[in-house]
Every structure is written in structure tokens, then in C-alpha cells.
């Protein structure tokens, strides 16, 4: 199992910094982890990003020790499944209301 840096600093009483990324671009995803931050939120609700267009960018966020987390396009259990499936630590769900 892979660690997660975000909760283990929230754990120690740390802040965590994060970036928000909805372009597909590798090189984005690593110049993120290269530069610092704990995490990277890929946003599949609003853009051309899929989960599936997401695993490279995953792999590039590990690579550089970024913790990858996936922003679900609808609230249904297809899209979480696939967005674990695919990498992602977490999930952040869209904006959501009664009807």
C-alpha cells in the first residue's frame, strides 16, 4: 500500500499545498510535484478530461510524490470505481443538490 503524504502531515499538525489541474498535460503534473506540492486535484467534471485520461497523469504525480486526486464528473458509482480504479487516492465529488 502506498503512503499517503497529505494525511500523514495533517497527522503531525502540518499544512498541505495543492494544485488544481483540468488540461491533460503530463508535463504539468510533474512540474506540480517538482515544485512542491503535496497533492494534484484532476478535474473530470469540467474539461476534456476523462479517468482514463487521467492514468498518465497519475503515474506522473507518483513519480514525482504527489498525491493524485480525482474530481468526479457525476456522483455515481461507476465514475468513483473507475477514478480508484484508475490511481487516484482520492475523490472530491461535484457540486451536488436536492430535486
Not at 497529505?6 to 488544481?20: A, N
Not at 492514468?55 to 458509482?77: G, H, M
Amino acid at each position: 500500500m502506498r503512503k499517503n503524504k497529505i494525511k500523514e502531515k495533517l497527522l503531525r499538525g502540518e499544512s498541505v499545498l495543492g494544485i488544481w489541474q483540468g488540461i491533460n498535460s503530463i508535463d504539468l503534473a510533474e512540474m506540480s510535484g517538482y515544485s512542491g506540492y503535496d497533492f494534484i486535484i484532476l478535474d473530470t467534471e469540467h474539461g476534456p478530461m476523462s479517468a482514463e485520461s487521467c492514468i498518465p497523469l497519475i503515474c506522473a504525480a507518483e513519480r514525482t510524490n504527489i498525491v493524485p486526486i480525482i474530481r468526479v464528473s457525476e456522483i455515481q458509482k461507476t465514475y468513483i470505481l473507475k477514478a480508484l480504479d484508475v490511481g487516484a487516492t482520492g475523490i472530491i465529488f461535484p457540486i451536488a443538490s436536492r430535486t
